[in-house]
């Protein structure tokens, strides 16, 4: 971790930590044994461990927020903007995948998460379906939809896009209790094979015959 700050290589030792023994059974002093520093630390940059966690999510939020942003500002049309949007949100750069392993193994155990990380985790739900549902009525001159088809479709796409991510990313269809994977390495692998491009243009055109 040479060359990160001390805060931000808290975060990546605990997304490791979190990532090999769960949120429940990974403590602030794992988190600072592993990078070699003092307890005391820990708690200058993050007051609990669920502040730890909460940041982790604020940038996710953070990060889709930008990347909207971005693909509306130089989006030429509704199809470019939707299929920059898919692929955004399911083929991640190696900085964003640890993050991302991080959330989905989380919501296996959102029980025992605090009710505003709860929240912060529907939010980004939340923020994806609402990107949807603006770009389906920024070209509805085009689409033709009524207000209830508006929401149907921003429902519909976002489960889509969303299932797609999950089962071709993050589902460990090798595991008997049907876990999501962990492995950086394999979701890299999933990512980079030319079936998983195949599947997003797939999607894309699926979209947009449903719409159109």
């Known amino acids: 971790m040479e060359g990160k700050g001390k805060k931000e290589q808290i975060v990546e030792a605990a997304m490791s930590l979190i990532l090999k023994n769960g949120y429940?059974?990974?403590s602030v002093e794992d988190i600072t044994n592993s990078?070699?520093?003092?307890?005391?630390?820990?708690?200058?940059?993050f007051k609990s461990k669920s502040l730890l966690l909460r940041t982790i999510i604020e940038e996710q939020?953070?990060?889709?927020?930008?990347?909207?942003?971005?693909?509306i500002r130089e989006g030429k049309d509704f199809d470019e903007i939707l299929l920059k949007n898919i692929v955004s949100r399911v083929k991640f750069l190696k900085k964003d995948l640890k993050r991302q392993l991080v959330?989905?193994?989380?919501?296996?155990?959102v029980d025992v998460l605090g009710k505003?990380?709860?929240?912060?985790?529907?939010?980004?739900?939340?923020?994806?379906?609402?990107?949807?549902?603006?770009?389906?009525?920024?070209?509805n001159s085009q689409l033709k939809l009524n207000k209830n088809e508006i929401d149907q479709y921003s429902q519909i796409i976002n489960s889509i896009i969303?299932?797609?991510?999950?089962?071709?990313?993050?589902?460990?269809?090798?595991?008997e209790d049907n876990?999501?994977?962990?492995?950086?390495?394999?979701?890299e692998k999933r990512i980079n094979h030319k079936s998983f491009d195949e599947g997003?243009?797939?999607?894309y055109k699926s979209i947009l015959k449903m719409l159109k």
């Open 179 to 187: 876990f999501f994977i962990k492995d950086i390495a394999e979701a």
């Open 61 to 71: 939020i953070k990060s889709s927020l930008e990347q909207q942003e971005k693909q």
């Open 162 to 175: 969303r299932g797609f991510k999950m089962t071709n990313i993050f589902f460990d269809d090798n595991s």
């Open 35 to 45: 990078i070699g520093i003092a307890k005391g630390s820990f708690y200058t940059y």
């Open 24 to 26: 429940s059974h990974t």
């Open 200 to 203: 997003i243009y797939f999607i």
């Open 103 to 109: 959330l989905i193994n989380l919501a296996r155990n």
């Open 116 to 139: 505003d990380v709860r929240d912060l985790m529907i939010k980004i739900e939340t923020i994806n379906y609402n990107f949807i549902e603006k770009l389906l009525n920024r070209y």
